[in-house]
């Protein structure tokens, strides 16, 4: 049911008092022109939360690539969580993982035809990828993970909210995962309820909807997670079906992500045999990590395999894995699916923004003015 992964600290809710208190005073600021937040004459769609990690960030964010970059040419702006450079920095085939953050990087191995691109601050960011000898000609700009980043005023505000982890039964950080008080979703344009169990009731999607209680002004949509085929990270190897997993076979779960349950628990309708061996999110894996990985699975009965993340592959990919490991592992793809009959809806939205509001579009409408 919703909300069922909440864990609350209540021995550190004064100190979330203290925080609530901060942010309140920031976003005050921002409502009230003390601090700044700047537009641009190029279409910007925001994709972000109001909660510590784990709502489905990058299946979204691939989601509007796939939607867009056959018409458009995409850019996608992030922070580059973790990366070890600093400034902007745009992605080229050559670039290491390190110097962009995983996500980042697994995006831009899976589209290689667009711009991705980090940087701290979003709004020079955008500057670089509008900048034609830097970029050329971007038409829409992603914004990953941005939803607290204010200064950047987007024209469509998509806020993620994790069907377990509902932003109404939540606290602030410390002794909950909100990063700001649930009233921060007025703020957005678009509410996506991400990782919906398949088999939700009308009843589900009517409580859920009551209990966010947005303004007319802002859209509902409800996704789960479809998984793809398991993708073979040994070349002598093929790829096979989820469906092909025997109940007699053993999988070892290896995860670096935020919320690694949901997977875990959608596994288990293949095969109750899953050993988990979890991560902190964006966990770069060390030596002593990949011997433990090597031990766990060694130490697992016959018939057995390694499933992980494609956010955790990019970690993995180039480090020098023992043979056992890299024979056996496999990649679990993973696409967002609407529910609800919701699709074409939401994609004659973004379409329709980004059309409207093109650089091209707003040339012409200025010629046209004059």
Not at 27 to 56: A, H, Q, W, Y
Not at 192 to 212: E, H, N, Q, W, Y
Not at 256 to 280: C, H, R, V, W
Not at 338 to 351: H, L, V
């Amino acid at each position: 049911m919703e909300g069922d992964l909440i864990k609350i600290n209540e021995w550190l809710t004064p100190l979330s008092w203290l925080y609530g208190a901060g942010v309140f005073v920031r976003n005050e600021m921002f409502e009230l022109g003390l601090l700044k937040s700047r537009s641009f004459d190029i279409p910007v769609i925001s994709i972000g939360n109001i909660t510590v990690g784990g709502t489905g960030k990058t299946p979204h964010t691939e989601y509007l690539i796939d939607l867009l970059h056959r018409h458009f040419k995409v850019a996608v702006l992030s922070r580059g969580y973790k990366r070890k450079t600093k400034g902007f920095v745009l992605a080229h085939a050559d670039t290491r993982m390190q110097d962009i953050g995983d996500e980042p990087f697994q995006i831009k191995e899976k589209y290689p035809d667009i711009y991705v691109a980090v940087d701290k601050d979003r709004c020079h960011g955008i500057e670089q990828l509008c900048d034609d000898s830097i970029a050329k000609d971007t038409e829409v700009i992603l914004l990953d993970d941005a939803f607290q980043h204010r200064y950047v005023k987007p024209g469509i505000n998509i806020l993620l909210i994790d069907y377990h982890r509902m932003i109404t039964e939540d606290k602030l950080l410390p002794a909950g995962r909100l990063r700001e008080p649930k009233e921060g979703k007025n703020r957005a344009n678009i509410v996506i309820v991400t990782k919906c169990p398949r088999d939700i009731k009308p009843m589900g999607f009517r409580v859920i909807s009551k209990a966010l209680n947005l303004f007319p002004y802002q859209k509902l949509y409800f996704t789960t997670f479809r998984y793809g085929n398991l993708q073979a990270a040994h070349p002598d190897r093929n790829d096979r079906p989820l469906s092909s997993l025997d109940r007699n076979e053993h999988v070892l779960l290896l995860t670096g992500i935020a919320s690694p349950e949901q997977m875990l628990i959608d596994l288990k309708q293949y095969t109750k045999n899953i050993t988990s061996l979890s991560f902190q999110d964006h966990h770069y894996y060390s030596e002593s990590d990949l011997q433990n990985v090597y031990d766990t699975f060694r130490n697992m009965p016959e018939k057995k395999l390694i499933i992980t993340t494609e956010k955790d592959y990019s970690r993995l990919k180039g480090m020098n894995l023992h043979e056992e490991i890299r024979k056996n592992l496999y990649v679990l793809p993973i696409k967002v699916e609407f529910m609800q009959g919701q699709e074409n809806t939401f994609n004659e939205n973004i379409i329709g923004y980004v059309r409207k509001n093109s650089r091209n579009s707003i040339l012409a409408k200025g010629k046209n003015a004059k």
